[in-house]
C-alpha cells in the first residue's frame, strides 16, 4: 500500500469559513468520519493556498472538509485565492464544492447541479441565504466565494443555504442536516465510498 504522501487527497471545498460554519462544519466532519481542516475558517481565509495544501496533508485521513471565505469581497479575494490555488494542485483531488448563498452585490454566481433548500429538499432551483427556495429556472447560486469556481473544473457543486444558520434550519443542535445532505451528495456523486470502501 503506498504511502498516504503519495496519494491525491480527496477534499470537498466549501464556501463559508465563519464561526458558526466552523462548527458546523467540524461537526458534519465527525458525522460522516472525515476531516476538518479548522484553521482554514475565518473571515477572510486567514491561510494561503500553501499553507491549506500543508494542513490537508496532514490530514488524518478523507475526505477532507475545507473552508474558504471571502467575508463579502465582489472580487477576488484571500478565500477565493486560496480555493484556486488548492484546487488545482496536483497532489488535491476536489470531490466537490458546497456553494453557499449570500447577499453580495455585484458577484456572479456560479451555476449548481442541485440546490438542497431549508426542509432538506433538492431542488433544481435557485436558493438564497436562508435556504428559501427563490425563482429562477437553474440552480444558480450567488455568493462572495463562488465566482471563482467557474474558473474550475469541480465535478459536483452543490447550492445551499448559510451553513449552520437558515433561521435555526441547519443548526449543530438539530443535527446540521442540510449540510450533512449536501455533504453525502457530494460523495455518492463522486463514488466516493464505491472507490474507497471502508472510508
Known amino acids: 500500500m503506498e504511502p498516504q504522501t503519495q496519494k491525491k487527497r480527496r ?3 466549501i464556501t463559508d469559513g465563519d464561526i458558526v460554519a466552523r462548527d458546523t462544519v467540524e461537526e458534519v466532519a465527525r458525522r460522516i468520519g472525515g476531516r476538518c481542516i479548522s484553521r482554514s475558517s475565518g473571515n477572510p481565509t486567514p491561510l494561503t493556498g500553501p499553507q491549506i495544501v500543508t494542513l490537508i496533508k496532514r490530514a488524518k485521513h478523507d475526505p477532507v472538509l475545507v473552508m474558504f471565505d471571502d467575508n463579502g469581497d465582489m472580487r477576488m479575494g484571500k478565500g477565493e485565492e486560496a480555493l484556486y490555488y488548492v484546487a488545482k494542485h496536483p497532489d488535491i483531488e476536489v470531490l466537490g464544492a458546497i456553494a453557499v448563498a449570500s447577499k453580495t452585490k455585484g458577484a456572479l454566481g456560479v451555476k449548481a447541479d442541485i440546490c438542497i433548500d431549508r426542509y432538506g429538499r433538492k431542488v433544481k432551483r435557485p436558493v438564497n441565504k436562508n435556504g428559501f427556495v427563490e425563482a ?12 471563482v469556481l467557474n474558473m474550475l473544473h469541480i465535478p459536483v457543486i452543490v447550492g445551499i443555504g448559510d451553513i449552520g444558520k437558515m433561521k435555526g ?16 451528495f457530494i460523495l455518492q456523486k463522486s463514488g466516493y465510498f464505491q472507490k474507497h470502501p471502508g472510508s
Open 11 to 13: 477534499i470537498i471545498i
Open 136 to 147: 429562477g429556472s437553474e440552480a444558480y447560486i450567488i455568493g462572495d466565494t463562488v465566482d
Open 169 to 184: 434550519k441547519d443548526e449543530a443542535c438539530v443535527g446540521c442536516p442540510v449540510t450533512i445532505s449536501a455533504v453525502q
